[in-house]
């Protein structure tokens, strides 16, 4: 499992892909907002998203898990 | 060890024994501290210092001065301590020679003895006088206190002016390679580069003893000074690497950017990926819509020979990104904006990050590239308390004193101090390009608007209401934000293509390459710290 993790912290400003769902490498599994900048989350490797920890409003902080993705 | 006595038996050509004596004395000395402690060194997962200098240097290359060194320390009596815990010479890197001060951790924990550091001072001078780079491998306990006792340590020290003294004139590369303190954390502090392994390296101006007995806190090494405290949070390391292998290919590579000494250029190393190479995956890297980010390092990697970064302090000061590349073959330092992180907005770390960066790379005759994309400096009370004027007055002031090739291609938003301190047309920028998205502006214009509409914004009731307002203004306000405006005012050089970045930055190298600045004579300026 691929974990996604939040780089900076920031608010969960809009979740773009839902659990279930094949990705690709360099899908965007949410968007992240700080200091008026909307930060896009990628995933680096493809799979399928098997657990999403966030919803739309929350905040997130450096390091905090964001998704999982199944690779295999 | 006493030497043989020639000429017993009469023989005038008696010379089996003393050759054979002279082997035997260089044995023993590369045998380091002996076989155990050679072994607890490996148990430790650290490489001896022999082999470090065997990865290293080329093959073929090492010529050692002082293996014969031994303490001469009263409080040791008759022990023997090879090479006095210090190994020194002279070998090569890619074909071009280093001097080398690399402590033997198993030789009294790699403490510094008198001779030692006699060896030592004998490589900084020969350093000066040859012009050439200088490597410290730091394995050191710090002082050793049987050299120096008590107030002869008053004549101590020169060690770290000599340093200070080499400064810009020749690299000064310090390699972490195990847990080091007072003394042996100086010499880092002042070289140029700073590679760290993790886990096994650490440095700090007190040990942990001293620590706990000067004030009460217990601490390991790795919690008080490991590479996680120096580079994610302190910023005084500039990598950590996983290994000692790892560690000496960063040094290596380092080096590779770098002239012999401050009197040479950069060498240049031939490339195959072409000067004129268009980068059309900018325009998937790099949105159009102002707001949204993107990570700056990809378009760096897009834009340079073969993808190659060397980036310095990648975990500290993450809004601002400084790294070694190359382009058309010849070495750059790349200054620019990470809108990832705190939407690229410049605080004390980055600023700090940054007029370092700066000053390493105009030391050495290595041309800057900045790319902009920074709203400006944070501001409040926070940050003003940081001292931020300060900071971000040092990271102006090293970029207006940098006389290297200067070149700037701004990409998106460019606003007010943020747009100086990336190297504006006024601070000598020798070729300044714009991409079609650029926003030079004193201010942008979600900040414009809360202070040219604020009356009219705070008569709106509604949140929901002004919050759109807002935005329906800020966008009115951009639309004056317009790089054709600066082009038509030839403040910009061009206007680029953002595939033709690669292009424009070679371009722009090329014809500056032998920029000459001239200045009023002054000993030094009064810089900002």
């Given at each position: 499992m691929a974990e996604i993790r939040a780089e900076i912290t920031a608010n969960v400003w809009q979740v773009v892909a839902e659990v279930g769902q094949m990705v690709a490498e360099g899908d965007e599994i949410c968007i992240l907002e700080s200091m008026k900048m909307e930060i896009p989350v990628v995933t680096e490797v493809p799979g399928v998203l098997r657990e999403l920890y966030v919803n739309e409003g929350d905040t997130v902080q450096e390091g905090d898990l964001i998704a999982l993705i199944d690779e295999s | 060890m006493t030497k043989p006595i020639s000429h017993e038996g009469g023989d005038v050509h008696d010379w089996g024994p003393l050759v054979g004596d002279l082997a035997s004395r260089k044995e023993r000395a590369l045998e380091m501290g002996g076989e155990s402690l050679v072994e607890r060194q490996h148990s430790l997962g650290k490489l001896t210092v022999r082999e470090r200098l065997d990865l290293l240097l080329d093959p073929g290359t090492w010529v050692e001065y002082g293996l014969l060194a031994d303490h001469m320390d009263a409080g040791l009596g008759d022990r023997f301590l090879a090479a006095d815990g210090a190994v020194t010479g002279i070998g090569e890197i890619d074909g071009r020679p280093v001097a080398i001060a690399a402590y033997d951790f198993t030789v009294m924990a790699g403490s510094m003895g008198a001779v030692g550091e006699n060896k030592i001072s004998r490589m900084r001078a020969?350093?000066?006088?040859?012009?050439i780079p200088f490597v410290w491998l730091l394995d050191s306990a710090g002082a050793r206190i049987q050299s120096t006792s008590g107030s002869t340590f008053a004549g101590a020290g020169a060690l770290f002016r000599e340093q200070v003294a080499m400064s810009g004139v020749v690299p000064m590369v310090a390699a972490m390679l195990g847990h080091c303190a007072a003394g042996t954390a100086y010499i880092p502090a002042l070289a140029d580069f700073v590679p760290m392994?993790?886990?096994t390296s650490s440095m700090a101006l007190g040990g942990r003893h001293l620590v706990k007995a000067a004030v009460g806190e217990d601490v390991t090494e790795e919690e008080m000074g490991g590479s996680a405290v120096h580079t994610k949070i302190s910023g005084v390391a500039d990598l950590e690497v996983g290994d000692d292998k790892e560690c000496l290919d960063v040094v290596r590579s380092y080096l590779s950017f770098f002239p012999s000494s401050n009197l040479d250029r950069p060498p240049v190393r031939e490339s195959k990926d072409p000067i004129d190479r268009r980068v059309e995956e900018l325009y998937a890297l790099v949105p159009t819509a102002p707001r949204r980010a993107y990570d700056m390092r990809k378009v760096v990697h897009a834009i340079v020979d073969e993808g190659d970064v060397l980036w310095m302090?990648?975990?500290?000061?993450?809004?601002?990104?400084?790294?070694?590349?190359?382009?058309?073959?010849?070495?750059?330092?790349?200054?620019?904006?990470?809108p990832m992180v705190l939407g690229g907005a410049l605080d004390v770390n980055a600023a700090d990050k940054a007029a370092r960066f700066v000053w390493l790379c105009d030391a050495f005759n290595i041309p800057l590239v900045f790319l902009h994309d920074v709203p400006g400096f944070i501001v409040g009370s926070a940050v003003e308390k940081q001292g931020i004027i300060r900071h971000g007055a040092k990271m102006l002031f090293a970029v207006s004193e940098a006389t290297v090739p200067k070149i700037s291609v701004v990409l998106r938003k460019s606003y007010g101090a943020g747009y100086f301190v990336m190297n504006g047309l006024a601070y000598e920028a020798d070729y300044?390009?714009?991409?079609?998205?650029?926003?030079i502006a004193v201010m942008g214009p979600d900040g414009a608007v809360n202070i040219i509409h604020r009356k009219t914004l705070e008569a709106i009731e509604d949140d929901d209401e002004r919050a759109a307002k807002r935005l329906e203004l800020a966008e009115q306000i951009r639309a004056n934000i317009d790089p054709y405006i600066a082009a038509g005012h030839a403040q910009l050089d061009d206007v680029i293509d953002p595939a033709?970045?690669?292009?424009?930055?070679a371009r722009g190298l090329r014809i500056t390459a032998d920029k000459e600045v001239d200045r009023p004579w002054r000993k030094h300026g009064v810089l900002p710290v």
């Open positions: - | 020969h350093a000066v006088r040859q012009r392994v993790k886990g302090k990648p975990e500290w000061a993450k809004n601002l990104l400084t790294g070694l590349a190359r382009i058309g073959g010849h070495p750059v330092g790349i200054v620019a904006n990470q300044i390009v714009a991409w079609p998205t650029a926003e033709d970045t690669r292009a424009a930055i």
